[in-house]
T-cell receptor
Framework: RKEVEQDPGPFNVPEGATVAFNCTYS??????FFWYRQDCRKEPKLLMS???SGNEDGRFTAQLNRASQYISLLIRDSKLSDSATYLC???????????FGQGTTLQVKP | DAGVTQSPTHLIKTRGQHVTLRCSPI?????VSWYQQVLGQGPQFIFQ???????GRGNFPDRFSARQFPNYSSELNVNALLLGDSALYLC???????????FGSGTRLTVV
């Protein structure tokens, strides 16, 4: 079983739609959680950290459920520029290691 | 300020050859990590170095090795290249190796 599992998609949505991505992780010792965005043939870039209390950054909302070992990302009012691969990332305690999911591809269409 | 810089950007090698990839972290960052990303997958952790010491190693064969220099730059070496080593190799730097990673644009290695 993969340590971090994501539905690879692709998710094809129209502009303005709301889309949600989910991710599960297997290591209960995981301490830190992130969503990264990766554009085609580019490096991953941090989109946002994820906290148990949930956090929001503009159109993006991330949630963490430690009991279910589940992480989510909600994108509201999708833009064409949101088209990318979204990587769910966990980091076990005191390791400095990032464990990436396979990524979920989002394609926003006009 | 320069971000994380990696060289070369692209590389083509033949099976059995050796390759060295280089990474310069953001100024002031003391930790460098290496990741391998094959097409269609997320990056996979190879090594982490902090203050020139290896702090962690992923599930990669001994053909993979790395080191960090006094100026905190790093090299990743891969011996006896296999076709399956074809991937995007990413370097990430952080202040202390525990959070706040910034990735370089990567080296795209093709083994033929």
């Amino acid at each position: 079983r993969k340590e971090v599992e994501q539905d690879p998609g692709p998710f094809n949505v129209p502009e303005g739609a709301t889309v949600a991505f989910n991710c599960t992780y297997s290591n209960s010792a995981s301490q830190s959680f992130f969503w990264y965005r990766q554009d085609c043939r580019k490096e991953p870039k941090l989109l946002m950290s994820v906290y148990s209390s949930g956090n929001e950054d503009g159109r993006f909302t991330a949630q963490l459920n430690r009991a279910s070992q589940y992480i989510s990302l909600l994108i509201r009012d999708s833009k064409l520029s949101d088209s990318a691969t979204y990587l769910c990332v966990v980091s076990p305690s005191n390791t400095g290691k990032l464990i990436f999911g396979q990524g979920t591809t989002l394609q926003v269409k006009p | 300020d320069a971000g994380v810089t990696q060289s070369p950007t692209h590389l083509i090698k033949t099976r059995g050859q050796h390759v060295t990839l280089r990474c310069s972290p953001i100024s002031g960052h003391k930790s460098v990590s290496w990741y391998q990303q094959v097409l269609g997958q997320g990056p996979q952790f190879i090594f982490q170095y902090y203050e020139k010491e290896e702090r962690g190693r992923g599930n990669f064969p001994d053909r993979f090795s790395a080191r960090q220099f006094p100026n905190y730059s790093s090299e990743l070496n891969v011996n006896a290249l296999l076709l399956g080593d074809s991937a995007l190799y990413l370097c990430a730097s952080s202040l202390a190796g525990d959070y706040g990673y910034t990735f370089g644009s990567g080296t795209r290695l093709t083994v033929v």
